[in-house]
């Protein structure tokens, strides 16, 4: 991590003491902290102290060559960055200088305006890298929390599975072993489908987040999708009295993306407001085009949500605490996955809910249109 004050610290390395003051005044008047040294020793005991955001250092110096000093400087910190400034310049130098990881060549004598751009364009620089560097270990800390916390659920009903099958064992020949065999044969089988949820909804959201889940960039019409998912949950539905119901748009809904992607989107909408649902309540499902938009919207008539929760509906494996209508089982994977294909296509969902009253999930993607070289005619919403 980047230590307090050092972003606007920058060493100066040369043995000219003119040069040393002058690029300390033009970059001290805007706002930077310079510090000066006469030569590559003194230059690399300060950077070592002062481990500044970026180094100024001048190639032709008495003891220890700038040259040597670009990589003494990165053995310190290989995200300072270094700037040559020097008055013998050659193509042969430049080269050499970037070769050892200068991130510019300043050739002697300069503006202060050339002086404030180069160190301007380096700082940005060096906080795109720190920005990536940190993202990338966020991520690395991510996925092994996410590789632990799915190794866990996975690990909780196995230890449920196998104490049922060591029951099963001890029954022995008791007159209620056949049906106890039978309790115990149906705990193992909802416990492996929990599993198999786990691990096809984690398969799923790896394949999101890999960009190979909405790889595909075709026409798709939004419409038969939605009712083929509606045909699908229509059994599960009716199991639990809720009724499905769809409100087509009339005119074209057409998106840029792929059939599978948008059908797991809508499989997990349907699924949620499904399992929230009351007995007795209803799913709609409606497509329709607004401000230049396609929008889905999927709206029941269940439990609700509270304020306090949604912030957190989107998030890996969250699940809304009991307590707040009966805790349905679910891996808290589903919305996080309709999020990022969503995102994916480049497009937004929303809720709005009522605790009681129900909850509207809305989903807004970009209509299909034509790109240059595709050919054909533009295809918009009529």
């Not at 040393?20 to 005044?25: G, V």
């Not at 005991?45 to 100024?56: H, I, K, M, N, Y």
């Not at 070769?99 to 300043?106: E, H, I, M, T, V």
């Amino acid at each position: 991590m980047t230590e307090p004050g050092r972003e606007d610290t920058i060493a100066v390395i040369d043995d000219d003491s003119a040069m040393r003051l002058s690029c300390k005044k033009i970059l001290s008047k805007v706002g930077y902290r310079v510090e000066t040294f006469e030569d590559g020793a003194q230059g690399l005991e300060g950077v070592a102290g002062l481990r500044p955001a970026l180094v100024l250092v001048d190639l032709k110096m008495p003891g220890i060559s700038g040259m040597e000093v670009i990589g003494r400087v990165h053995g310190i910190d290989p995200q300072i960055i270094v700037v040559v400034i020097t008055g013998y310049a050659t193509v042969d130098t430049a080269v050499e200088a970037l070769k050892r990881g200068a991130y510019d060549f300043l050739p002697k004598p300069f503006s202060p305006d050339e002086l404030r751009l180069i160190v301007k364009r380096g700082l940005e620089r060096r906080r795109l890298t720190l920005e990536s560097l940190h993202h990338e270990v966020e991520r690395a800390l991510l996925q092994r929390r996410f590789v632990t916390f799915v190794s866990h659920q996975l690990q909780t009903p196995l230890v449920a599975i196998h104490q049922y099958l060591d029951v099963m064992r001890r029954l022995g020949d008791r007159q209620d072993a056949r049906a106890q065999q039978q309790e115990w044969l149906e705990r193992c089988l909802k416990r492996i489908e929990e599993m198999q949820a786990l691990i096809r909804d984690w398969l799923t959201l790896a394949k999101v987040e890999g960009g190979r889940l909405a790889s595909q960039q075709a026409k798709v019409d939004l419409q038969p999708i939605v009712a083929e998912a509606l045909q699908r949950h229509q059994e599960v539905a009716a199991r639990q009295g809720v009724s499905l119901q769809a409100h087509p748009s009339e005119k074209d809904c057409y998106v840029r993306g792929d059939s599978t992607s948008l059908s797991v989107l809508l499989d997990n909408l349907l699924a949620n407001a499904i399992k929230y649902n009351k007995p007795g309540g209803s799913v709609s499902v409606s497509t329709e085009v607004e401000e230049g938009q396609i929008v889905v919207a999927v709206k029941d008539t269940g439990v609700g949500i509270c304020e306090r929760h949604r912030p957190f509906l989107f998030d890996d494996f969250f699940r809304i605490p009991s307590g707040e209508g009966e805790k349905a089982a679910g891996t808290g994977l589903g919305l996080p996955i309709c999020k990022k294909i969503v995102a994916e296509m480049g497009g937004s969902i929303d809720v709005e809910s009522e605790v009681n009253v129900g909850s509207t999930f809305r989903v807004s993607l970009p209509p299909y249109r034509e790109r240059a070289g595709e050919g054909g005619s533009r295809e918009s919403p009529k």
